[in-house]
């Protein structure tokens, strides 16, 4: 069963770091490039992070740039992403998203979303 | 930055008529559109790529059409299930990658 299942959301201070894990199952983990997009209470989609399939290329939305480090351990089937300097505006459901062969940007398979509350 | 305007916000249909959602890019995306349907409490679901593309395992009432900067999702025949919140998203010429802000879909 293909599968990405996530870990590590909670609550967190300002200021503060947090790593959110996905790991994946079912397929092959190496083939596919992969992403971390976000959901803050009652609002949309923002895509956060991608990343190629080696890890050698990351590239990062304006509002994470220099907080927010993607990286994956294609030896554990699984994907990081490193939170730091927490912001309240940061609290949100994150995914962890694995894009279709060919259309990189195209979501095809999703974790299950993990909370992470900024919250003094 | 391309930016995704989805219309309209909220659309209300009776089950078994068809739906329109319409999605406009502020720049060319070419065919690089996806559209989305999200459950409350749940993932997102890859509905349409490449614009016109069904995803794996989504029924053939789905369809999308357009290219350029106008782009529409049609569901033929509402079925129950299909009552979501649906998102458009490019991948064009990305990062960065941008999402329109939904157009939920009620029961009428």
């Known amino acids: 069963q293909v599968q990405l299942v996530q870990s590590g959301g909670g609550v967190v201070q300002p200021g503060r770091s947090l790593r959110l894990s996905c790991e994946a199952s079912g397929f092959s983990f190496i083939s596919y490039v992969l992403h971390w997009v976000r959901q803050a209470p009652g609002k949309g989609l923002e895509w956060l992070a991608v990343?190629?399939?080696?890890?050698?290329?990351?590239y990062y939305a304006d509002s994470v740039k220099g907080r927010f480090a993607i990286s994956r351990d294609n030896s554990k089937d699984t994907l990081y992403l490193e939170m730091n300097t927490l912001r309240p505006e940061d609290t949100a459901v994150y995914y962890c998203?694995?894009?279709?062969?060919?259309?990189?940007?195209?979501?095809?398979?999703w974790g299950q979303g993990t909370m992470v509350t900024v919250f003094s | 930055e391309v930016l995704m305007a989805q219309s309209p916000a909220t659309l209300s249909v009776s089950p078994g008529e068809r739906a329109t959602l319409s999605c406009r890019a502020s720049?060319?995306?070419?065919?690089?559109l996806a559209w989305y349907q999200q459950k409350p409490g749940q993932a997102p679901r890859l509905l349409i790529y490449?614009?016109?593309t069904r995803a794996s395992g989504i029924p053939v009432r789905f369809s999308g059409s357009g290219s350029g900067t106008e782009f529409t999702l049609t569901i033929s025949s509402l079925q129950s299930e299909d009552f979501a919140v649906y998102y458009c998203?490019?991948?064009?010429?990305?990062?960065?990658?941008?999402f329109g802000q939904g157009t939920r879909l009620d029961i009428k």
């Open positions: 998203a694995r894009a279709v062969v060919g259309a990189d940007g195209a979501l095809d398979v």
């Open positions: 490449g614009a016109s």
């Open positions: 990343i190629s399939f080696d890890g050698g290329k990351k």
């Open positions: 998203q490019h991948y064009n010429n990305w990062p960065p990658i941008t």
């Open positions: 720049q060319s995306v070419g065919s690089n």
